[in-house]
Nanobody
């Protein structure tokens, strides 16, 4: 059974930066198309960034130019670098596959953007 563990969230002021990490246990993340999702209070979970097995990336319009998804195969980790954060980026962030059956969701990591 695959376990995903997200970390790196926190409280940051508008305009600040955070780097999220997602470590996978039980599967090799680099052979899967992986994504970062987020869920804000009262809203549905949405996919904000994805990276495929070849390293190609795509972003939701709301984060394009500010977020960067990457991975380290040796560490079996997927990252999300978030710059120029806005209050509307406040959410719990999760990683998971983007193609095929989703794995069990991890606990996520809370990102709060507030002054």
């Amino acid at each position: 059974q695959v376990q995903l563990v997200e970390s790196g969230g926190g409280l940051v002021q508008p305009g600040g930066s955070l780097r999220l990490s997602c470590v996978g246990f039980g599967s090799v993340l680099s052979i899967n198309a992986m994504g970062w999702y987020r869920q804000a209070p009262g809203k549905q979970r949405e996919l904000v960034a994805r990276i495929n097995s070849a390293g190609s990336t795509n972003y939701a319009d709301s984060v394009k130019g500010r977020f960067t998804i990457s991975r380290d195969g040796a560490k079996n980790t997927v990252y999300l670098q978030m710059n120029s954060l806005k209050p509307e980026d406040t959410a719990v962030y999760y990683c998971n596959r983007v193609i095929g059956n989703l794995w069990n969701w991890g606990q996520g990591t809370q990102v709060t953007v507030s002054s």
